[in-house]
């Protein structure tokens, strides 16, 4: 007789147990996954501004931070935010993110092109550097002269007609130059132009050049509040004195200034995942305080006047998402995309946490119990025995019963149900009693 191999548990019928279960959980994850958001993509498209310009400059910081969750950040050049935008609403175009200068557009024209901005970044404040004996107060002394406003492309000459219509003047008051900063700059010393209008970050070498520069005098902005108040997108700022070189006290007092900010353009398609990313990044980048802004301020949801995005708004309200805090960004969004196939499957537990330990244990007592049928048939056979062949019956059923326990000897089950083994046995001993007597009785 074979020995029997005795373990904890069956391993094969737990997996069958298993099966099903298993099956159903892998169907309600696939269905999830291909019915939830698909995964954010691996590479961003920026439209940035002139070469070497402060876009430019911190697209690459970016590039940097994004790298770091495996996410690349290709970045293009442009003259600046008109173009810019034009290649985010451009439905051919792959650009899907770039830095806009507040005041380029207006909240109509953002909704009907599908633009959302992701927050403000940093002032750009408007400065006017100038050549005059005397020291200009308001901007209608600027009538007549040649100003350069920088390419059409940077948004600069939109945002100074603007200033120019509240002083009761147009573009034709004024000779409109559009050379690049730095071939502008060097006309402007060489006095071929009158006036340079900028909008651009403090920290620019030109701007600091000039600032520097003998006889170049900086437009002071003394009526700062009243064009904030016409003109929502623009913030009053103050060059605080001193502020570039404390030693020579230069300035040698504060000037008001207004500006608008550079802010973060999206496409409203962008993947909401990669919003929270990008803004990760911006506050690593701008939170710092410089000549302008203090520490913390940026980035800020204020100072746009394009609607800021949804996944932006939780943003500043929340910080970044809670698991991303603790898990890498891959884990994290996989985690946050799936919540409705983990919920889905926290409510299938309970219910078949009942279900697999009795199935299991139907597996089990089934290859024994199926062995009682075999016993009922030949407990009826001899219990309608023929006079006939009453013999060779009941030894056919002997040998039956032999062959029986022969498997039954061959079952491998757990040791707690070894109990129901062994009374199965018992009982094929009870059965071969019963036809050996009547057997012998014959």
Not at 165 to 194: C, E, K
Not at 238 to 264: F, Q
Not at 335 to 359: D, N, Q, T, Y
């Amino acid at each position: 007789m074979q020995k029997i191999k005795f373990t904890l548990f069956s391993l094969r019928d737990l997996i069958i147990a298993f099966g099903p279960v298993t099956l159903m959980v892998l169907i309600v994850c696939g269905l999830g996954f291909w019915l939830v958001d698909p995964a954010p993509p691996r590479i961003i498209d920026i439209s940035t501004g002139p070469e070497n310009s402060a876009y430019e400059r911190f697209a690459k910081l970016y590039a940097a931070e994004l790298a770091k969750n495996q996410i690349q950040l290709r970045f293009k050049t442009s003259q600046g935010s008109q173009e810019n935008l034009q290649r985010i609403s451009d439905p051919d175009s792959e650009i899907e993110v770039g830095f806009v200068r507040s005041g380029s557009t207006d909240r109509t024209e953002a909704a009907e092109k599908g633009l959302v901005s992701l927050g403000s970044l940093f002032y750009e404040p408007i400065w006017i550097f100038y050549r005059d004996k005397k020291e200009f107060t308001t901007i209608s002394q600027f009538r007549g002269r040649r100003i350069n406003v920088g390419p059409d492309g940077t948004g600069v000459g939109r945002i100074f007609e603007q200033i120019l219509s509240v002083n009761n003047m147009s573009a034709g008051d004024v000779s409109f130059q559009h050379l690049d900063d730095t071939p502008a700059t060097v006309a402007f010393l060489a006095g071929q132009l009158d006036v340079l209008v900028f909008s651009i970050a403090s920290d620019a070498p030109l701007v600091q050049m000039l600032l520097q520069t003998p006889g170049v005098r900086l437009f002071d902005f003394v009526q700062a509040e009243a064009y904030t108040r016409r003109f929502p997108y623009l913030s009053q700022v103050t060059l605080p004195r001193g502020i570039v070189d404390i030693g020579l006290d230069l300035p040698a007092r504060d000037y008001h200034l207004i500006s608008p900010t550079a802010t973060l353009v999206a496409h409203e398609s962008l993947h909401p995942a990669l919003t929270g990313l990008l803004l990760q990044a911006a506050a690593k980048i701008h939170s710092r305080a410089d000549w302008l802004s203090k520490q913390g301020e940026f980035p800020s949801d204020r100072y746009t006047e394009i609607p800021v995005s949804g996944e932006a708004e939780k943003f500043y309200k929340n910080g970044a998402p809670v698991l991303q805090r603790y898990l890498t960004f891959w884990v994290a969004n996989f985690i946050e995309r799936m919540w409705v196939v983990i919920v889905a499957l926290g409510a299938l537990f309970l219910p078949l946490s009942k279900i697999i330990p009795p199935l299991y244990v139907w597996r089990i007592r089934s290859r024994i119990y199926r062995w009682y049928g075999q016993l009922r048939t030949v407990e009826q056979i001899i219990d309608n025995l023929s006079s006939s062949d009453k013999k060779a019956t009941l030894e056919k059923q002997l040998n039956y019963l032999d062959e029986i326990e022969d498997k039954v000897n061959r079952i491998s089950v757990p040791l707690s149900y070894a109990e129901e083994l062994y009374g199965l046995r018992s009982h094929i001993q009870f059965v071969r009693t019963r036809v050996q007597s009547l057997l012998k009785a014959r």
